[in-house]
């Protein structure tokens, strides 16, 4: 199992940018894939983004492709999510996740954040 704490969000204007971070504790966290996800008021939560366990492969949801970057930095348990160019419809609680074992997963997590508010404004 691994506990995740998301830190980053806040509010910024359209066009401008964030970094969210997810500090990860427990044994896993280094052979588990990563993910971001986000929930937008009245909507079903959406993936986002995910990072393999190893940081080679990558795979991004149409909506953020070119727009955002996920790295992670397995010496301090931490995956990030970068996003560029922020529209109003990126407004969304942001939850970072975790798989053990699988490779570049859209769905299925096992463990999940809480979440970090971020709000975009026109």
């Known amino acids: 199992q691994v506990q995740l704490v998301e830190s980053g969000g806040g509010s910024v204007q359209a066009g401008g940018s964030l970094r969210l971070s997810c500090v990860a504790s427990g044994r896993t966290f280094s052979s588990s894939a990563m993910g971001w996800f986000r929930q937008a008021p009245g909507k079903e939560r959406e993936f986002v983004a995910a990072?393999?366990?190893?940081?080679?492969?990558?795979a991004y949801a149409d909506s953020v492709k070119g727009r955002a970057t996920i790295s992670r930095d397995n010496t301090k348990n931490t995956v990030y999510l970068e996003m560029n160019n922020l529209k109003v419809e990126d407004t969304a609680v942001y939850y970072c996740?975790?798989?053990?074992?699988?490779?570049?997963?859209?769905?299925?997590?096992?463990?999940w954040g809480q979440g970090t508010q971020v709000t975009v404004s026109s």
């Open positions: 990072v393999s366990w190893g940081g080679s492969s990558r």
């Open positions: 996740a975790a798989k053990f074992g699988v490779s570049v997963p859209r769905k299925g997590y096992d463990d």
